[in-house]
């Protein structure tokens, strides 16, 4: 197999970045080759001589044979994603160091619970994709109680200012004496869509866990992982059609 490959390419099956996400990464001048700045995404790479850099920090061009899944307790206060320049704890810092593996999605600081992590750029590329509308469950907890007017404004859509509105379904509700629990189901991936959805009904959210991804149901400790079963990994491939 020739080792020259086009750089988004290349982000991808590291998974690192979608295509178009390389593409924006580069002409946002955060891509490096050989100590000089990229300008241009139709840049090819040769991975057996090459030096990449992203935002000044060097990755590996090497794909690890041996493929690997793991499902994640994400607790508070960790941020998805491969390194911060702040120091702020990552997800990283929970997970083997040495596999290669990256974030499928994002979970915000404040959001706990199931977080996928993988060196399998293809499959993750594809559950993040929009087509495949990977089935999300969270439990939210909101202060106060949930009117009943807000319900269907929920299932129809509320606006948070995107292109679409905001639609998700209601699978419970539980009110209690000064908060309200809800389990959410959505089929989207939007940035903090369930934080500015509430926002955009004059909710407070106290809380905020996925408990379901893809078919994943979150079953470990806060803060600890396990590896897919093969017969997991094998349904993912199906939901994504790859064999």
Do not use: W
């Not at 178009?20 to 840049?43: E, F, H, W, Y």
């Not at 009943?148 to 009110?175: A, F, H, N, Q, Y």
């Not at 389990?183 to 903090?192: A, D, M, P, Q, S």
């Not at 396990?226 to 994504?240: C, G, I, N, P």
């Amino acid at each position: 197999m020739s080792p020259i490959i086009r750089i988004n390419k290349l982000l991808s099956q590291l998974g690192i970045a979608s295509r178009r996400k390389a593409d924006d990464l580069i002409k946002q001048g955060k891509v490096a080759m050989n100590g000089s700045c990229l300008s241009t995404p139709g840049v090819s790479v040769d991975t057996e001589k090459d030096k990449i850099k992203i935002d000044g920090v060097a990755i590996s061009l090497k794909r690890d044979k041996a493929r690997l899944y793991l499902l994640l307790n994400k607790p508070c206060g960790y941020i998805t994603t491969l390194r911060d320049t702040h120091n702020r704890r990552t997800v990283m810092d929970l997970v083997p160091q040495d596999k290669g593996l990256f974030p499928v999605g994002r979970l915000d600081k404040d959001t706990t619970g199931l977080l996928m992590l993988t060196n399998d750029g293809e499959l993750a590329h594809r559950m993040m994709h929009p087509r495949y509308e990977m089935e999300k469950l969270y439990e939210v907890t909101v202060a106060g109680a949930l009117k009943r007017g807000d319900i269907p404004k929920l299932e129809s859509g509320v606006d948070i200012g995107d292109e679409k509105p905001s639609i998700c379904k209601v699978r419970d509700l539980k009110s209690l004496t000064s908060s309200t629990n809800i389990t959410i189901e959505l089929h989207e991936g939007r940035k903090r869509q369930i934080r500015r959805t509430f926002d955009a009904l004059g909710y407070k959210i106290l809380s905020l866990k996925r408990t379901v991804y893809a078919g994943l149901t979150l079953d470990t400790k806060e803060g600890s992982y396990r590896e897919l079963t093969r017969d997991e990994v094998l349904l993912l491939s199906a939901k994504v059609g790859l064999k």
